[in-house]
C-alpha cells in the first residue's frame, strides 16, 4: 500500500508559477512510475506529466515547455513545477503512484489549482 499526500496548491495569477510536491509512504517508491493528473469541472481526469522510474518523463501536449517534473527517491517525493501559469490550468491536481506489472495504482486526495486574476 502507498499513500500519497500532495501540497502547493493555491491561487496564482496567469504567467505565474507553483510548486506542487507529492509525499509518498514506502521503501519503494522508487519502482514505481509517478505521475501528475488533473481534473476541471465537468471535465475528465487527464495526464499532465509522468516520469518512470527510471527518470523518463513525458508530458501533456498544453503542459509541454511549462510544466516540469521530477522525482527525489532518497525522499519519496515527486514535484511539479508549473510555470507560465493559465487560466486553463485551473483543476485539482492528482497524484499518481503506478506499478503495472503488479496492478498497483495509488491516488492521493488532490490539490486545487486555481489560475485568476
Known amino acids: 500500500q502507498v499513500q500519497l499526500v500532495e501540497s502547493g496548491g493555491g491561487l496564482v495569477q496567469p504567467g505565474g508559477s507553483l510548486r506542487l510536491s507529492c509525499a509518498a509512504s514506502g521503501s519503494i517508491f522508487r519502482f514505481y512510475t509517478m505521475g501528475w493528473y488533473r481534473q476541471a469541472p465537468g471535465k475528465q481526469r487527464e495526464l499532465v506529466a509522468v516520469?518512470?522510474?527510471?527518470?523518463?518523463?513525458n508530458y501533456a501536449d498544453s503542459v509541454k515547455g511549462r510544466f516540469t517534473i521530477s522525482r527525489d527517491n532518497a525522499n519519496n517525493k515527486v514535484y511539479l513545477q508549473m510555470n507560465s501559469l493559465k487560466p486553463e490550468d485551473t483543476a485539482v491536481y492528482y497524484c499518481?503512484?503506478?506499478?503495472?506489472?503488479?496492478?498497483?495504482?495509488?491516488w492521493g486526495q488532490g490539490t486545487q489549482v486555481t489560475v485568476s486574476s
Open positions: 516520469i518512470t522510474s527510471g527518470d523518463i518523463t
Open positions: 499518481n503512484a503506478l506499478w503495472a506489472l503488479l496492478g498497483h495504482n495509488y
